[in-house]
């Protein structure tokens, strides 16, 4: 256990299913990230929070819908993805900008 | 924009044999990390190093800030540490932006 958990562990859905992730720590980060990590290619940042407030959007299809309710909470809203959206998705928190990273076990997510 | 390049790619050792992997990166940063995530996907924070060598049992890294390199040690290797080795840094005056390298997969057979 690391602090950051994310549910759920696998996820398979349908290109017309809406369904979501859930990121949640209790360790007193301000920042909170959720990540795409596909075979072979670098590990890519989709959102950034701090303080509750979008600070980072990497140009994310909006297929994916993010919603930071409070400063333990995180969720990915999902809805009409692709077969390609298909991968592990991390979610983590850090202390301040980029210091004291923690990452979630990640969701396993296949697009049908 | 910054590049980061990690080597090698792949690394296969047995059991007990010491490693080096190495970061390179192409600009300035603020700070660079070092990450392992074993086979299951889960990323740990190995050393938060700017600058330096730091120690945590038989892992060390150093940091040579001036030239634009990382390298990450490990001694007497073990079954456990098998995974995926990533590097990662962030950029002056770029708050929450991490450039992550493509990672050395390392496997360590008993």
């Not at chain 1, 993805?81 to 850090?94: F, G, I, K, M």
């Not at chain 2, 047995?14 to 603020?30: H, K, M, Y």
Request: glycine residues 6%; hydrophobic residues 30%; aromatic residues 10%.
């Amino acid at each position: 256990e690391t602090g950051v958990t994310q549910t759920p562990r696998h996820l398979v859905m349908g290109m017309t299913n809406k369904k979501s992730l859930k990121c949640e720590q209790h360790l007193g980060h301000n920042a909170m990230y959720w990540y795409k990590q596909s075979a072979k290619k670098p590990l890519e940042l989709m959102f950034v929070y701090s303080l509750e407030e979008r600070v980072e959007n990497n140009s994310v299809p909006s297929r994916f819908s993010p919603e930071c309710p409070n400063s333990s909470h995180l969720f990915l809203h999902l809805h009409t993805l692709q077969p390609e959206d298909s991968a592990l998705y991390l979610c983590a928190s850090s202390q301040f900008s980029n210091y004291g990273y923690t990452f979630g076990s990640g969701t396993r997510l296949t697009v049908v | 924009g910054i590049q980061v390049e990690q080597s090698p790619p792949d690394l296969i050792l047995q059991e007990g044999a010491n490693s080096t992997l190495r970061c390179n990166f192409s600009d300035s940063v603020n700070n660079l990390q070092w990450f392992h995530q074993n086979p299951w996907g889960q990323l740990i924070n190995l050393f938060y190093i700017p600058s330096g060598t730091k120690q945590n049992g038989r892992l060390s890294a150093t940091t040579v800030a001036t030239e634009r390199y990382s390298l990450l040690y490990i001694s007497s290797s073990q079954t456990t540490d098998s995974g995926v080795y990533f590097c990662a840094v962030d950029r002056l005056n770029s708050n929450y932006q991490l450039i992550w390298g493509a990672g050395t997969k390392l496997i360590i057979k008993p």
